[in-house]
Each structure stands twice: as structure tokens, then as C-alpha cells.
């Protein structure tokens, strides 16, 4: 093209930028305080492992394979180490550390670690919290709903269903199981491979060593059924005479007592 032709004083041309072949993500709001791990950002498929109404605060350390949903906050300070999965409306509060290394001493032939930590939906993890990835592929899983409350323990395998509450400093062991809705007063635990009952209720520095009946209360060193758990089942809705009747089906289990299951 001969130059002499352009009129002088002709603004020049400006292209428009091609469009980017890469898939465009919304960013979550991350403290730049924070450090996050490459694969925790941008998973192989390109999508983000921290959705982006996400919120990590300072200072939080995300380690490898952690996904964070929708509406989930990290206050600040918590550190999860790898392979976490944090459902929907979580809140975690300063110092959890959440997905950390098993401590059990494991067999020399098994892969330590190779599980993983699974939390459900609308969880709070108050200041404090440990919870330990599996030793096994199972891995470590608290359902929809739960609060853990300050420095309280979930240890390797444990699998708590639906809004269990561990009040502070409750420490369970390996391998343990809870049922939905049942409660842990404070500074109770358990031994490893223990079952505890749906709605039942573990009374304060209660140290369950075998399993706990379901709607059943168990108080004392060693856990000794003392009753229903009468005011949770109340608090739930039931009816007294509904009460009444697992009442005398605690009994008649705990105690053997034969003439309370003649309905």
C-alpha cells in the first residue's frame, strides 16, 4: 500500500483483541496474606477448586487437592493442609487446622494418608479444630450441619452424620462413628472403633469405651447409660409418649430387662 495515499493527521486503526481461547472464572476473595497451592486453585479440567464466593482470610495456609464451595469462609489463620473437601455455608474459625496427617502409627506396608477429609454443608469449625484426613481410601467424614466447637478432635476414619455437636475440648479416637444429631458435652470422649447413636448424649468428661444406644444418655468416667436423652428428643419435637416408649427400650436393652420389651 503506497503511504502517500493516507490522508495526513489520520488516526490510526486499533484492532480488537482476539478472544482468549482460555476459560474465563470469576476469582474468589483471598487475602493476599494467604498461600494457596497451584492444584487448589485451577483443577486439571480448568475449573476452580475455590468456587468464587469462597473467602479465605489472612494468613490461612491451603495445601494441594482442597476444595472450598459456595459460601464457605476461612476467617483467618486456619490451615488446611491437602485433600479437603469443605461443602456449602461453612464458617471456619481461626487456628483449625483441617485435613492434617493422621497420628496414628500406622503399618509400614500401607501408604499413610492415602484417604481424605469430607465436610458437608452449613458446618461450623470453631477456633481450635483438628480434624485428620483418613488412613484408608474411606477417609475422615462430618455430615451437613455439625459444630465443632473450640478445640475439639475428629480423629483418622471417624464418620459423623448429620448435625452432631462437639462441645469444647471433645476428643473422639479412630475409626469412630456418631449418628445424626447426637451430642458430645465438653471434654468427653471415646476409645477407637466405638458407635454412638443417633440423638444420644454424651454427658461432660465422659469417656465412651464401648457403644452408646441410640436417643440414650450416658454420663460417668466410663459412660454408663443413665437414661434417654429426654430434653434433645423434646427439643426435636417428639411427644411424650413417643419419649416414653424408647425410654423403656433403653432400659429394657441396657439392663436386660426382660418384662419392659412385653408391649
Same mark, same amino acid.
Request: net charge positive; with cysteine; charged share 15%.
Given at each position: 500500500?503506497?503511504?502517500?495515499?493516507?490522508?495526513?493527521? %489520520?488516526?490510526?486503526?486499533?484492532?480488537?483483541?482476539?478472544p482468549s481461547?482460555?476459560?474465563?472464572?470469576?476469582?474468589?476473595r483471598?487475602?493476599?496474606s494467604?498461600?494457596i497451592?497451584?492444584?487448589?486453585?485451577?483443577?486439571?479440567?480448568?475449573?476452580?477448586?475455590?468456587?468464587?464466593?469462597?473467602?479465605?482470610?489472612?494468613?490461612?495456609l491451603?495445601?494441594p487437592?482442597?476444595?472450598?464451595?459456595?459460601?464457605?469462609?476461612l476467617?483467618?489463620?486456619?490451615?488446611?493442609?491437602?485433600?479437603?473437601?469443605?461443602?456449602?455455608?461453612?464458617?471456619?474459625?481461626?487456628?483449625?487446622?483441617?485435613?492434617?496427617?493422621s %497420628?496414628?502409627?500406622?503399618?509400614?506396608?500401607?501408604?499413610?494418608?492415602?484417604?481424605?477429609?469430607?465436610?458437608?454443608?452449613?458446618?461450623?469449625?470453631r477456633?481450635?479444630?483438628t480434624?485428620?484426613?483418613?488412613?484408608?481410601?474411606?477417609g475422615?467424614?462430618?455430615?451437613?450441619?455439625?459444630?465443632?466447637?473450640?478445640?475439639?478432635?475428629?480423629?483418622?476414619?471417624?464418620?459423623?452424620?448429620?448435625?452432631?455437636?462437639?462441645?469444647?475440648?471433645?476428643?473422639?479416637?479412630?475409626?469412630?462413628?456418631?449418628?445424626r444429631?447426637?451430642?458430645?458435652?465438653?471434654?468427653?470422649?471415646?476409645? %477407637?472403633?466405638?458407635?454412638?447413636?443417633?440423638?444420644?448424649?454424651?454427658?461432660?468428661?465422659t469417656?465412651?469405651s464401648r457403644d452408646?444406644?441410640?436417643?440414650?444418655?450416658v454420663?460417668g468416667?466410663r459412660?454408663?447409660?443413665?437414661?434417654?436423652?429426654?430434653?434433645?428428643?423434646?427439643?426435636?419435637?417428639?411427644t411424650?409418649?413417643?419419649?416414653?416408649?424408647?425410654?423403656?427400650a433403653?432400659r429394657?436393652?441396657?439392663?436386660?430387662? %426382660?418384662?419392659?420389651?412385653?408391649?
Amino acid at each position: 500500500m503506497d503511504d502517500s495515499n493516507i490522508p495526513p493527521n %489520520q488516526p490510526a486503526i486499533t484492532l480488537p483483541p482476539l478472544p482468549s481461547t482460555q476459560p474465563h472464572h470469576p476469582t474468589p476473595r483471598i487475602h493476599p496474606s494467604s498461600l494457596i497451592h497451584p492444584s487448589s486453585l485451577i483443577h486439571p479440567s480448568s475449573l476452580p477448586l475455590i468456587h468464587p464466593t469462597a473467602t479465605v482470610g489472612a494468613f490461612c495456609l491451603i495445601g494441594p487437592n482442597v476444595t472450598i464451595s459456595a459460601r464457605t469462609t476461612l476467617l483467618s489463620h486456619v490451615s488446611i493442609p491437602s485433600n479437603t473437601t469443605l461443602g456449602t455455608d461453612c464458617t471456619i474459625h481461626p487456628f483449625s487446622v483441617l485435613g492434617g496427617p493422621s %497420628q496414628a502409627l500406622a503399618d509400614k506396608s500401607q501408604p499413610p494418608n492415602t484417604g481424605k477429609l469430607t465436610i458437608g454443608n452449613s458446618c461450623t469449625i470453631r477456633e481450635g479444630v483438628t480434624c485428620n484426613v483418613g488412613f484408608s481410601a474411606k477417609g475422615t467424614v462430618i455430615g451437613n450441619g455439625c459444630l465443632l466447637m473450640a478445640n475439639s478432635h475428629v480423629a483418622h476414619d471417624c464418620v459423623l452424620g448429620d448435625e452432631v455437636i462437639l462441645v469444647n475440648g471433645v476428643l473422639l479416637a479412630g475409626h469412630v462413628t456418631v449418628g445424626r444429631g447426637a451430642i458430645f458435652a465438653g471434654m468427653g470422649g471415646t476409645v %477407637q472403633f466405638v458407635r454412638v447413636g443417633e440423638y444420644a448424649y454424651v454427658g461432660g468428661a465422659t469417656v465412651v469405651s464401648r457403644d452408646v444406644l441410640p436417643y440414650s444418655m450416658v454420663k460417668g468416667y466410663r459412660g454408663r447409660t443413665v437414661g434417654v436423652n429426654a430434653v434433645g428428643l423434646k427439643r426435636r419435637g417428639w411427644t411424650g409418649e413417643r419419649i416414653q416408649w424408647v425410654e423403656r427400650a433403653v432400659r429394657a436393652v441396657s439392663r436386660g430387662d %426382660q418384662e419392659e420389651l412385653r408391649w
